[in-house]
């Protein structure tokens, strides 16, 4: 799929959000900025310079700087490398001064999130450009990526649904390969082969795999991370698949629910309260909702259905460009509680009900906001599936 992205378009956005902010130059360090902005897979540390008078580059690891200067539409890819005199910050400071923006005002990404790679300034690195930019004034600016990639673009939603689709091939894909006595291991890999098959670049989330669970591997206590292990299924158990996807630096997350054999009329019980949760959830992610109201009619079905203590209390969370994994979650505080939602913001519609000895539900699916309800762009069913085989 060929989809032409406005790069200097996003450079504009970007200055935008620093004039508000009454930035003179910005330098992120997260790997949704570096991403973003570079139009190249950035897997390394790296600082993205965007300057109020036009400049944009990236400073990244030297090993890689060809290929990513040979991906991205930057003129401006510089190298560094953890020695004398090439240090990634040594390179910084010496650019932040041959722009001029010794005495200016430095926008950072300073914060912390559950993601281990998220990439917020360290502290260390935060005291070293306090000691050789001693005139300069730095100012927290993480809240401006998130603005600026919030609304996707229309070529970023249809990467989305690129990448969505290739995440429900993978589901369909093990379906059919689903056995008693197949391991969690064999779905993960089978789910894997057919998503590279069709262009997945990339598998993105720390679990470091798709994440596959059966049996009691379901039902960890408000658990919703499974990475896959040598266990067998057995007939009668849950099985929760969850597929990651990666297609031109757009990511999907798509997790589905099956049982080989009759369930249990407490699976089944379960299973319908999932569906009245996972329908209402994917209905409320309307524009102009904040993200409470969405929070607050989804825990208001698991309350009804007497399941409020078996769910994971978080309901989203933000999808995107990679790195874009975050914000805004779904979940009921001060960060995210006031969020208010917008047409083309996409976000994954998550839900986790797991009953011990009964088993485990979980819903992940990318899921784009529009003034008359959410809209799943992958199109597997959100119900059970069932095999009798």
């Known amino acids: 799929m060929d989809i032409h992205i406005n790069y200097p378009a996003r450079i504009k956005k970007i200055q935008d959000g620093m004039a508000k902010r009454g930035l003179d130059l910005f330098l992120g360090t997260r790997g949704l900025t570096a991403n973003y902005a570079a139009g190249a897979f950035v897997p390394w540390r790296s600082v993205m310079a965007v300057s109020k008078d036009g400049y944009a580059g990236l400073n990244t690891l030297l090993m890689d700087?060809?290929?990513?200067?040979?991906?991205s539409w930057l003129e401006n890819v510089i190298p560094y490398a953890p020695l004398p005199g090439m240090d990634l910050w040594e390179i910084t400071v010496a650019q932040v001064k041959s722009l001029g923006f010794e005495n200016g005002v430095i926008g950072l990404e300073m914060g912390h999130s559950p993601r281990v790679g998220a990439g917020y300034l360290f502290a260390t690195e935060y005291e070293y450009l306090k000691e050789h930019l001693p005139h300069a004034k730095f100012v927290?600016?993480?809240?401006?990526?998130?603005?600026v990639t919030f609304v996707k673009e229309p070529e970023e939603v249809k990467l989305m649904r690129h990448a969505a689709a290739i995440a429900d091939a993978a589901q369909e894909r093990t379906r059919e390969a689903l056995y008693v006595g197949i391991s969690e291991m064999e779905i993960a890999g089978i789910g894997e082969m057919e998503m590279r098959r069709l262009g997945s670049e990339y598998h993105w989330p720390v679990t470091?795999?798709?994440?596959?669970?059966?049996?009691?591997?379901?039902?960890?206590?408000?658990?919703?991370?499974?990475?896959?292990?040598?266990k067998v299924v057995q007939r009668g158990e849950s099985i929760l698949i969850d597929m990651h996807p990666t297609y031109k630096q757009y990511y999907s997350d798509l997790s589905h629910n099956y049982i080989i054999g009759k369930p249990s009329p407490q699976q089944q019980k379960l299973a319908d309260a999932y569906l009245d949760a996972a329908e209402t959830l994917v209905g409320v992610l309307k524009a102009g909702n904040t993200v409470g109201q969405v929070w607050e009619a989804v825990n208001s079905r698991v309350t009804k259905s007497g399941y409020v203590g078996y769910t994971l209390p978080g309901f989203g969370h933000g999808l995107g460009v990679?790195?874009?994994?975050?914000?805004?979650?779904i979940v009921n505080n001060d960060e995210f509680r006031d969020v208010v939602l917008e047409e083309n913001v996409v976000e994954v519609a998550?839900?986790?009900?797991?009953?011990?000895?009964v088993g485990g539900m979980r819903l992940e699916c990318p899921v784009r906001v529009t003034q008359s309800g959410g809209e799943m762009l992958c199109k597997t069913p959100l119900e059970l599936t069932v095999l009798d085989i």
């Open 350 to 357: 998550a839900l986790v009900i797991n009953v011990p000895e």
């Open 322 to 329: 990679i790195g874009h994994e975050w914000f805004p979650a």
């Open 140 to 147: 927290d600016a993480l809240s401006l990526m998130d603005e």
């Open 65 to 71: 700087a060809e290929r990513i200067k040979d991906d």
């Open 208 to 230: 470091g795999s798709n994440e596959i669970a059966s049996g009691y591997r379901t039902w960890y206590a408000l658990g919703g991370c499974t990475p896959p292990t040598d």
